[in-house]
């Protein structure tokens, strides 16, 4: 009896060991996620400082814009990092929301930093927002960012060739962004763990498996929900399509944004069912 009570207080030490241990690591992580903005930060300014410069010239241009594109995501990342941490430390993401140009950020400035986010150069990548969005919408800049950022670099690193699509349309409501890829897919078995931590969606793909499990926190700490279907519509006869739905509040300059028809406390979960394979082809 003795004998097993010694292993019984052993086993518990260790596990306050190892409790303390992770407990470190996170702190660690959280706080290294906060420094991490202050090399951010600067190389930000020495960017804008040396576009204000009288230096001109398209390989000049190109490299600040790849300097700006690669700060931006490094910047996405930390921000992860930080929500990352929140979440485990127990505590709620609270959005700030915006009056956010949906098509501007999706025509625009998504296309330019997709140019340097690793892919195959067989895939060709088209970005539509229907004409029925209005100009400005009331939502969090930079959790929409990530939310498509995270959908798109997923869709890359399944997708050798074909099609990738970004889209933003209306779905009962709200706002749907939408990334559709014609890559590997998705198997059966894994379509239970894709929104879960530490999930990756197929065994050659690099990562953490944190990136769907961050887009599905942040559309619900934005009151909408996630959603995934196969792509029956691709060539190869597999492929993903991926979706967040958030709350469509739309705005126009000078004006109080319109909740009249928002759902701010939306039920978390899966998003109505809508077959985008084929409103995709």
Same mark, same amino acid.
Request: with cysteine; proline share 4%.
């Given at each position: 009896l003795s004998a097993s009570t010694a292993m019984f207080i052993g086993l518990l030490k260790m596990n306050r060991d190892f409790d303390q241990t992770r407990k470190q690591q996170e702190r660690y992580v959280a706080a290294l996620s906060h420094d991490f903005g202050t090399p951010i930060s600067a190389l930000q300014m020495a960017t804008q400082q040396i576009k204000g410069l009288s230096i001109s010239g398209p390989s000049v241009r190109s490299l600040l814009a790849g300097m700006t594109a690669a700060l931006e995501m490094m910047d996405?990342?930390?921000?992860?990092?930080? #929500?990352?941490?929140?979440?485990?430390?127990?505590?709620?993401?609270? /959005?700030?929301?915006?009056?956010?140009?949906?098509?501007?950020?999706?025509?625009?400035?998504? /296309?330019?930093?997709?140019?340097?986010? /690793?892919?195959?150069?067989?895939?060709?990548?088209?970005?539509?927002?229907?004409?029925?969005?209005? /100009?400005?919408?009331?939502t969090d800049y930079n959790w929409t960012f990530m939310i498509l950022i995270n959908f798109l670099s997923n869709a890359f690193k399944h997708t050798?060739?074909?099609?990738?699509?970004?889209?933003?349309?209306?779905?009962?409501?709200?706002?749907?962004?939408?990334?559709? #890829?014609?890559?590997?897919?998705?198997?059966?078995?894994?379509?239970?763990?894709l929104w879960k931590a530490f999930k990756q969606a197929s065994r050659w793909q690099s990562g953490t498996g944190l990136g769907l499990f961050h887009v599905k926190e942040l559309a619900h700490a934005l009151g909408g929900s996630v959603g995934f279907q196969q792509n029956v519509q691709s060539e190869t006869g597999h492929g993903s399509i991926f979706w967040a739905d958030l709350p469509y509040i739309p705005t126009s300059a000078g004006t109080t944004p319109n909740y009249a028809n928002a759902d701010l406390d939306a039920p978390q979960g899966s998003s109505a069912a809508v077959d985008e394979s084929s409103w995709l082809a």
């Open positions: 996405s990342l930390k921000r992860k990092a930080i #929500d990352i941490g929140k979440l485990k430390d127990g505590q709620a993401l609270i /959005p700030e929301r915006s009056c956010v140009d949906l098509h501007e950020l999706i025509t625009t400035k998504l /296309p330019a930093l997709a140019t340097y986010i /690793p892919h195959s150069h067989d895939v060709k990548v088209d970005y539509q927002v229907s004409a029925e969005i209005a /100009p400005t919408v009331h050798r060739s074909g099609r990738v699509s970004v889209v933003a349309r209306l779905v009962n409501g709200f706002v749907r962004l939408l990334v559709a #890829d014609t890559g590997v897919g998705v198997s059966e078995a894994m379509e239970q763990q």
